[in-house]
């Protein structure tokens, strides 16, 4: 169960930094193309941008945010491992 539980865990992280990455890094790229046909943009298109623009001006929050509840993800599943385990002794 421990191995599964950090499986979990290390993919979730890597899932959310990943994402990091993406409206770091992609997705202003694809806003500079998407902004050069000159046409109206969907609302969900608009709102991914919008989310890109706040991790690019506030990324000294944003990541350490991250970091932080990946941690906090982690000690959660693996306290209430421990104390299941404790329990049944």
């Known amino acids: ?21 993406a409206m770091y890094w992609w997705v202003p790229r694809i806003k500079f193309v998407a902004l050069g046909f000159g046409t109206e943009l969907p609302g969900w298109q608009v709102l991914l941008f919008t989310l890109s623009d706040i991790t690019i001006n506030y990324f000294y929050i ?28």
């Open 1 to 21: 169960m421990r191995l599964l539980t950090s499986i979990v865990c290390a993919g979730m992280s890597v899932t959310l930094l990943a994402g990091f990455c």
């Open 62 to 89: 944003v990541l350490p945010a991250l970091l932080a509840i990946c941690y906090g993800l982690c000690r959660v599943a693996f306290a209430s491992e421990n104390e299941s385990s404790r329990t049944e002794s």
